[in-house]
């Protein structure tokens, strides 16, 4: 009989913490987004960690469980959470300078007469909710071929007994 190993669902933990975190950093570029034209706001960046060494472990060792080899990584130990999987560490604002505008006559000027836009980059934010996306689109599609070889292991054990 095939026996499920404990990694097979440690990866898909894994996989579904990636899921949410990306679904968590398009949540906060499409705030960035709404807030573009709030005077000063200031553009909000999510720092990830990740315990990528651990990560590719898994993947490697359910490939070669599947009989698909690969070559495993042999990058140090990085240190991260040992639960695994990508996690949203903190929030930092960016620091790029936000533009200033003199408008004397505009009623949310400074005493200098001066307004300050946003740091938003629009640009920077959609390629950001665009990548978040892909991850997670890629995540779901790996997800779903684990649970097919999942289901093709208990047909085989099935089929045996």
Not at 45 to 68: K, M, N, Q, T, W
Not at 109 to 127: C, F, H, K, M
Request: glycine share 4%.
């Amino acid at each position: 009989m095939i026996s499920l190993a404990v990694s097979d669902f440690a990866l898909l933990k894994k996989i579904g913490t990636s899921i949410a975190t990306n679904q968590e950093v398009f949540k906060i570029r499409a705030e960035n987004m709404v807030e573009k034209d709030v005077s000063g706001y200031k553009a909000k960046i999510p720092v990830l960690i990740s315990s990528d060494d651990e990560f590719r472990g898994e993947i490697h060792r359910a490939s070669s469980r599947y009989g698909r080899r690969r070559r495993a990584s042999n990058s140090k130990e990085s240190g991260m959470p040992k639960s695994g999987g990508v996690f949203i560490k903190k929030l930092i604002e960016d620091q790029t300078p936000c533009e200033r505008e003199y408008d004397p006559e505009n009623p949310e000027a400074d005493e200098d007469g001066y307004i300050v836009w946003s740091n938003v980059n629009p640009t920077r934010e959609i390629l950001a909710m665009t990548d978040a996306e892909s991850a997670v689109s890629m995540n779901i599609e790996v997800e779903k071929a684990i649970l097919r070889m999942i289901r093709q292991d208990l047909s085989i054990a099935n089929a045996r007994e």
